[in-house]
């Protein structure tokens, strides 16, 4: 079965740190997204990707880095960890922008 | 500034019983809406849709009301379960299949199902 899974689903990292979230789907979908879900703010769009080489910014993009050099793969990187960045993260995809996106089981991401 | 909008972050009914959960949107240019359900510890699964064609959809026990003057939309569980017990997440989408378009979420209601 077609899938996108997320790496790691758990991560514990130190203030200043670089952490990649990987997000792998095998769905061939063009469109890719990362989410952040925060209690209190529901689910909030850090960056998105229509196509390989094509990204753009979301709601909640400062901090963030993305690539998209493959259509299956769309890491998200933080460039240097911020307490406020611990969250759950999801990324997600979906075969036209505003259609039905799939989401992953998610990345929990504690920053001490 | 949220467009779309989940004003009640929680809501509990009886096993049995009907559960509605509302949404409300400002985006008049949103021709699309979704409902979502979430697990603790799992990612977002979709759960179902309507177009702004429409203002009924049906799926089992899910139903999906649009009422497009009012910019408002609402999910009815008939009947509730206990398995119902997440956070649901009401979307909207603009210019479906545009590269202009995506999806916004409201922040979530949390149901709980008690037996």
């Known amino acids: 079965d077609a899938e996108i899974t997320q790496s790691p689903r758990h991560k514990i990292t130190e203030t200043g740190r670089q952490v990649t979230l990987a997000c792998h789907q095998t769905?061939?979908?063009?469109?890719m997204f990362w989410y952040r879900q925060d209690l209190g703010h529901g689910l909030r769009l850090i960056y998105y990707?229509?196509?390989?080489?094509?990204?753009d910014k979301g709601e909640v993009p400062d901090g963030y880095v993305v690539s998209r050099s493959k259509t299956e793969n769309f890491p998200l990187t933080l460039e240097s960890a911020t307490r406020s960045q611990t969250s759950v993260y999801f990324c997600?995809?979906?075969?036209?922008?505003?259609?039905?996106?799939?989401f992953g089981e998610g990345s929990w991401l504690t920053v001490v | 500034d949220q467009q779309v909008k989940q004003n009640s972050p929680s809501l509990s009914v009886q096993e049995g019983r009907i559960s509605i959960l509302n949404c409300d949107y400002t985006?008049?240019?949103?021709?699309?809406f979704l409902w979502y359900k979430k697990y603790p510890a799992e990612g977002p699964t979709f759960l179902i849709s309507?177009?702004?064609?429409?203002d009924k959809n049906e799926d089992g026990r899910f139903t999906v009301f649009l009422n497009k003057s009012a910019k408002h939309l609402s999910l009815h569980i008939v009947p509730s379960q206990p398995g119902d017990s997440a956070v649901y997440f009401c979307?909207?989408?603009?210019?479906?299949?545009?590269?202009?378009?995506?999806?916004?979420f409201g922040r979530g209601t949390q149901l709980t199902v008690w037996p």
């Open positions: 985006n008049s240019m949103f021709d699309y």
């Open positions: 997600a995809s979906s075969e036209t922008p505003g259609n039905t996106i799939y």
């Open positions: 979307a909207a989408a603009a210019d479906r299949g545009s590269t202009l378009g995506r999806l916004y």
């Open positions: 769905w061939n979908h063009n469109n």
């Open positions: 309507i177009s702004s064609i429409k």
């Open positions: 990707s229509a196509a390989a080489d094509i990204t």
